[in-house]
């Protein structure tokens, strides 16, 4: 395995870390409360360009952890959207 | 410019626009009660990995993003760290 890739699992795994817990905290009480909808949707929107990104340079260290980031994202912004409805 | 370039300076574009306010706030307010050090202390490291993998790649959407990021959070966690001490 090359350094870079070694690298890029080591950042994958620190932001996986840090952003998992502050989501599935809002997954699990459903509380929408102190998230901005309007900077939420470009957190999600910016998950989404940079697992294209990783798609169309074939790095797999960003496109697990967008994609994985991209789907909870998404979860707490329907559920944002939804509780403001 | 090639599309994978163009897709990670949007994907760039909207991390910062997403996350720069939210630091913004805690560098202006100097409130760090929220952030849990734990926790951060992984967000930062890993936005200096993300830097070094970007550098490794030579991928300018991918350093621009981190190193701007992991400038602001650091600054955070270190206030975060003083006012904790």
Known sequence: MDIALLVGYLASL???TSFVPQVWKVVRTGDTA???GRMYTFTVIGFALWS?????KTEWPIILTN???FCLS???LIR???ANA
């Open 14 to 16: 620190c932001s996986v």
């Open 34 to 36: 102190a998230i901005s």
């Open 52 to 56: 294209a990104f990783g798609i169309l």
């Open 67 to 69: 994609s994985i980031c």
């Open 74 to 76: 998404g979860y707490i």
């Open 80 to 82: 944002k959207l939804r």
